[in-house]
């Protein structure tokens, strides 16, 4: 059973500040990482996607990953109140899978 | 370019009935794969298909059903409603399939069910 972990929170970070996400995975042989962002009552939004390790950065996002460790994570510069949302980690593996979402860490920027 | 477009986008239904609801992928896109969302299940993956063809199924039980036509629109349907099957659920869509390396999915705005 494949499985992704993320912090539920909320996770407050007043506006202007760095708001780092962080993701765990089960299954070694998962080759890529997604992070969507999803508004209450709205669909995901693809943000980032990584594929290798290392950073990937695009704009005031930045995802890390480190797949000896089974480990991705999102950090947002320069927060926004734009920003507060639920964030989502999917991580699918090799072939025909589906993604595999993690619950969601609920992200709060504070004015 | 024109996005994923799921319809209905609400619909309520009665216990036992059934349903089918439809998603059209982006223009080019061979891949459509649907997700139903829970408070407290989260996304899950339902089913994913490719070419008219299904590509694998999670874990849900046979009253969830699946086809992709030839212009690789695709139908999902839920026999026997039941309440527990209230949620949202979401078409993605991508060129080559979710499993590939480089694969960009993108999300429809999805259809909420009711089950009353």
């Known amino acids: 059973q494949k499985e992704v972990e993320q912090n539920s929170g909320p996770l407050s970070v007043p506006e202007g500040a760095i708001a780092s996400l962080n993701c765990t995975y089960s299954d070694r042989v998962s080759q890529s990482f997604f992070w969507y962002r999803q508004y209450s009552g709205k669909s995901p939004e693809l943000i980032m996607s990584?594929?290798?390790?290392g950073d990937k950065e695009d704009g005031r996002f930045t995802a890390q990953l480190n797949k000896a460790s089974q480990y991705v994570s999102l950090l947002i510069r320069d927060s926004q109140p734009s920003d507060s949302a639920t964030y989502l980690c999917?991580?699918?593996?090799?072939?025909?899978?589906?993604?595999?979402f993690g619950k969601g860490t609920h992200l709060i920027i504070q004015p | 370019k024109a996005g994923v477009t799921q319809t209905p986008r609400y619909l309520i239904k009665t216990r036992g009935q059934q349903v089918t609801l439809s998603c059209s992928p982006i223009?080019?896109?061979?891949?459509v794969s649907w997700y139903q969302q829970t408070p407290g299940q989260g996304l899950q993956f339902l089913f994913e298909y490719f070419s008219e063809t299904q590509r694998n199924k999670g874990n849900f039980p046979g009253r969830f059903s699946g086809r992709q036509f030839s212009n690789s629109r695709s139908e999902m349907n839920v026999s026997t409603l039941e309440l527990g099957d209230s949620a949202l659920y979401l078409c993605?869509?991508?060129?080559?399939?979710?499993?590939?390396?480089?694969?960009?999915?993108?999300f429809g705005e999805g259809s909420w069910l009711t089950v009353v």
């Open positions: 223009s080019g896109h061979r891949s």
């Open positions: 999917a991580v699918t593996g090799g072939g025909a899978d589906g993604l595999t």
């Open positions: 993605a869509s991508s060129s080559s399939g979710t499993g590939y390396p480089g694969n960009t999915i993108y």
């Open positions: 990584i594929y290798s390790n």
